[in-house]
C-alpha cells in the first residue's frame, strides 16, 4: 500500500526539509522537497525513538510479565511515547527466569514488530556495583550460559551488560562479538586496564554511564574514565537529570560528541505511573519526584522516564537542535546496535518508523514499518 504525508517539516539526516514523505510496503520511497504552504499550522515528522535499555512501564515488568498481553501493555506506552525500536531488558536473575521470559519476548516479538532485540543486563557483573540486581544470582561468565541465552530467544538476543573484570571476560566478550551480540561494559569496578582488554576483545558500548559503577579517581583510572577516553566507546546517559545530574550531561557530551551519547530511559514498571511501592524484578523499590530508590537500602534504581521527555531534556540539558538530539535518541543507538541500514533516521529505503508532532512537540501519531500505531 502507498501512502503520501504531504505538507510536513521533515527531519533528515541532513536537518528539516519542508516537503511530502511517500511510503510504500513499509519502506520510506521518497522524499520530496516542496514550498511551504503555511509555516504556522505545519505538523513535523521526526525519526522514531529507539530505546536499548528499559524494563518495563504500566505496572509490568520485563523480568516478571506471565503473557504476551502483558508486554503488549508495556509496548503500547513505548508506543505512544515515540519509541520505534525497543531491547526488552531483563534483569540478572535465575537461570529459569531468565530462559523463561527469553521465549516469552520472542513469543511477543513475533507480532510486535516494535522489538528489535533483547538486552540482558547480566549476569555477568560486580557485586559492588550491582545496583538492584540479585547478587545471589550474579554468575562467572560463561560460554555455555550465553549459548543457551542465544537458542532459548531464538538468536533474539543482541545486547549484554557485562563488567570485563570477571574471570574469563576476555573470550566470553570475544564469543558475544563472534556472534553479533553487542557488549556494554557496566555494573562495574573494573579498572582502565580491564575496560582497555575488553575494547580490544570488541566490547563497544558503556551501560548508563556514571551509574552502578566505579567513578573518575585521578590516582586509580577506572571503567567511567575508559568510557569518556576511548572514542569507539558509545556512552548510555538515563536522561532523566536524576541519574546524572544535567551539567554532567553536557560534561559527557563535550567529551563525547553528538555521535557517542544513547539517551536510555533505563525505566521499571512505575513509568506512567504516580509515586508509590512498585518492584524492579522481586525486589520492592519507592517512587518519589519520579525518584526511583531500593525499599530496603535507599540505592537508586531505574527511572520513570520515557523517551519523549528523553528527545525534550537532550534538548534542555544540551542546547541542541533537534538533529543533534534525533542522533541522541535514534540514530546513534540504531548505529550502535548495527541496525542503522534499517531504522534511526528518515531516509530512503529505511523502514516507516517516524513520529508526527505538532508545532509544540506533543505525539499526534506514531508510525511503524509505514503503519499507523498510536
Known amino acids: 500500500m502507498k501512502q503520501e504525508f504531504k505538507n510536513y517539516k521533515i527531519l533528515t539526516e541532513n536537518g528539516y526539509i519542508y516537503g511530502s514523505l511517500v511510503i510504500e510496503d513499509s519502506l520510506i520511497k521518497e522524499i520530496k522537497e516542496e514550498k511551504v504552504v503555511n509555516d504556522d499550522?505545519?505538523?513535523?515528522?521526526?525519526?522514531?525513538?529507539?530505546?536499548?535499555?528499559?524494563?518495563?512501564?504500566?505496572?509490568?515488568?520485563?523480568?516478571?510479565?506471565?503473557?504476551?498481553?502483558?508486554?503488549?501493555?508495556?509496548?503500547?506506552?513505548?508506543?505512544?511515547?515515540?519509541?520505534?525500536?525497543?531491547?526488552?531488558?531483563?534483569?540478572?536473575?535465575?537461570?529459569?527466569?531468565?530462559?523463561?521470559?527469553?521465549?516469552?519476548?520472542?513469543?511477543?516479538?513475533?507480532?510486535?514488530?516494535?522489538?528489535?532485540?533483547?538486552?540482558?543486563?547480566?549476569?555477568?557483573?560486580?557485586?559492588?556495583?550491582?545496583?538492584?540486581?540479585?547478587?545471589?544470582?550474579?554468575?562467572?561468565?560463561?560460554?555455555?550460559?550465553?549459548?543457551?541465552?542465544?537458542?532459548r530467544s531464538h538468536g533474539l538476543f543482541k545486547l549484554m551488560t557485562f563488567a570485563p573484570e570477571n574471570r574469563n571476560s576476555k573470550e566470553v566478550i570475544e564469543y558475544l562479538v563472534k556472534n553479533n551480540i553487542v557488549v556494554s561494559l557496566g555494573h562495574s569496578a573494573a579498572s582502565f586496564d580491564d575496560c582497555t582488554?575488553?575494547?580490544?576483545?570488541?566490547?563497544?558500548?558503556?551501560?548508563?554511564?556514571?551509574?552502578?559503577?566505579?567513578?573518575?579517581?585521578?590516582?586509580h583510572p577506572s571503567i567511567a574514565t575508559a568510557a569518556l577516553y576511548y572514542d569507539e566507546f558509545y556512552c548510555e546517559v538515563?536522561?532523566?537529570?536524576?541519574?546524572?545530574?544535567?551539567?554532567?550531561?553536557?560534561?559527557?557530551?563535550?567529551?563525547?560528541?553528538?555521535?557517542?551519547?544513547?539517551?536510555?530511559?533505563?525505566s521499571l514498571m512505575a513509568a506512567g505511573l504516580a509515586d508509590g511501592e512498585y518492584k524492579i524484578g522481586e525486589t520492592p523499590i519507592l517512587v518519589k519526584n519520579h525518584d526511583c530508590v531500593i525499599k530496603e537500602t535507599g540505592v537508586r534504581a531505574g527511572s520513570t522516564l520515557n523517551m519523549q521527555e528523553a528527545f525534550l531534556n537532550t534538548k534542555k540539558f544540551l542546547n541542541i537542535d533537534d538533529?543533534?538530539?534525533?542522533?541522541?535518541?535514534?540514530?546513534?543507538?540504531?548505529?550502535?546496535?548495527?541496525?542503522?541500514?534499517?531504522?534511526?533516521?528518515?531516509?530512503?529505503?529505511?523502514?516507516?518508523?517516524?513520529?508526527?508532532?505538532?508545532?509544540?512537540?506533543?505525539?499526534?501519531?506514531?508510525?511503524?514499518?509505514?503503519?499507523?500505531?498510536?
Open 41 to 151: 499550522i505545519i505538523d513535523i515528522i521526526i525519526p522514531g525513538f529507539i530505546d536499548e535499555h528499559t524494563h518495563g512501564a504500566m505496572h509490568y515488568d520485563f523480568s516478571t510479565v506471565k503473557n504476551v498481553e502483558e508486554i503488549e501493555k508495556i509496548l503500547n506506552f513505548y508506543i505512544k511515547n515515540g519509541v520505534t525500536s525497543v531491547y526488552p531488558t531483563l534483569l540478572t536473575e535465575k537461570n529459569e527466569v531468565i530462559f523463561k521470559q527469553l521465549e516469552l519476548i520472542y513469543e511477543a516479538s513475533k507480532t510486535n514488530k516494535i522489538i528489535k532485540g533483547i538486552h540482558i543486563e547480566g549476569p555477568f557483573l560486580c557485586k559492588e556495583y550491582k545496583g538492584a540486581q540479585l547478587e545471589e544470582c550474579l554468575q562467572t561468565p560463561s560460554i555455555e550460559l550465553v549459548d543457551e541465552y542465544i537458542k
Open 323 to 374: 538533529l543533534i538530539a534525533s542522533k541522541l535518541t535514534s540514530l546513534n543507538c540504531a548505529k550502535s546496535l548495527k541496525i542503522d541500514d534499517r531504522v534511526g533516521s528518515i531516509k530512503e529505503n529505511k523502514n516507516a518508523d517516524f513520529i508526527i508532532l505538532d508545532k509544540d512537540y506533543n505525539i499526534k501519531n506514531v508510525y511503524i514499518n509505514g503503519e499507523k500505531k498510536y
Open 197 to 219: 582488554m575488553a575494547l580490544k576483545a570488541g566490547a563497544s558500548n558503556i551501560t548508563h554511564l556514571f551509574n552502578a559503577m566505579k567513578g573518575i579517581h585521578q590516582h
Open 238 to 266: 538515563i536522561m532523566d537529570g536524576i541519574h546524572v545530574h544535567p551539567e554532567m550531561v553536557d560534561f559527557i557530551y563535550k567529551i563525547k560528541g553528538e555521535d557517542k551519547v544513547i539517551a536510555v530511559t533505563d
